[in-house]
């Protein structure tokens, strides 16, 4: 059964900073990881997805590397502002056997950015 | 037409009720899914649904029932729930197959659920 853990539980930082979010999954058999934002309330708003094949991918600020073989993906987030203020999640998404894939989530990191 | 939408954005319901949940998608995406959100957890995967046909019910109580009447929508039908139910409903989409690599879940914004 395919585990996600997400390292750290929360994060509090000034603006400005760089910071960096791990996330680790116990079945390389993947393929696709995904890193999604969550405001509180919210739904899922999908930032950046890594095919199992890829080592990174670039959307502005956000840079998320993958390393299959270790089961571990990073977030790297630049210059971080007080609208980056969220919960981050993981997901893979792995076969079973099936077409569909299931997406299995990490318990997330809740990001504060002070002003 | 890149979204989600999911309807309504919340629902306050008796134990003794019956609701229904919508959701609804133009991409053409072939798999649908719902997800359980409760507090400061990550989203737990409910149904799983692959071109309108029912492929993953993860041992969810018949309390829920799911229905896909067509490729662009998905309901979720409630009834006679329990006040542990109360939680963010969230519908996704996808391509198929997920095998092909590079595709990505869309989640729509969720319907926040409180069972009196």
């Known amino acids: 059964k395919q585990e996600v853990t997400q390292i750290p539980a929360a994060l509090s930082v000034p603006e400005g900073e760089n910071l960096v979010l791990n996330c680790s999954f116990t079945?390389?058999?993947?393929?696709?990881l995904q890193w999604f934002r969550q405001d509180p309330g919210k739904g899922l708003t999908s930032l950046l997805l890594?095919?199992?094949?890829?080592r990174e991918q670039t959307s502005g600020r956000l840079n998320a590397s993958l390393d299959k073989s270790s089961g571990r993906s990073t977030l790297y987030i630049a210059a971080s502002q007080p609208g980056d203020s969220a919960t981050y999640l993981c997901?893979?998404?792995?076969?079973?056997?099936?077409?569909?894939?299931?997406?299995?989530f990490g318990q997330g990191t809740i990001l504060t950015v002070h002003p | 037409d890149t979204e989600v939408t999911q309807t309504p954005k919340h629902l306050v319901m008796g134990m003794t009720n019956k609701k229904s949940l919508k959701c609804e998608q133009h991409?053409?995406?072939?798999?649908m899914y719902w997800y359980k959100q409760k507090a400061k957890k990550p989203p737990e995967l409910m149904f799983v649904?692959?071109?309108?046909?029912?492929?993953i019910n993860e041992s969810v109580p018949s309390r829920f029932s799911p229905e896909c009447p067509n490729s662009s929508l998905l309901n979720l039908h409630l009834h006679a729930l329990q006040p542990e139910d109360s939680a963010l409903y969230l519908c996704?989409?996808?391509?198929?197959?997920?095998?092909?690599?590079?595709?990505?879940?869309?989640f729509g914004s969720g319907t926040r659920l409180t069972v009196v």
């Open positions: 996704a989409s996808s391509k198929l197959p997920v095998s092909l690599g590079g595709i990505s879940y869309t």
């Open positions: 079945d390389s058999a993947i393929y696709n």
């Open positions: 890594i095919q199992s094949s890829q």
């Open positions: 997901a893979v998404s792995d076969a079973g056997g099936t077409s569909y894939g299931k997406l299995t």
């Open positions: 991409m053409g995406h072939r798999a």
């Open positions: 649904y692959s071109y309108e046909k029912l492929s």
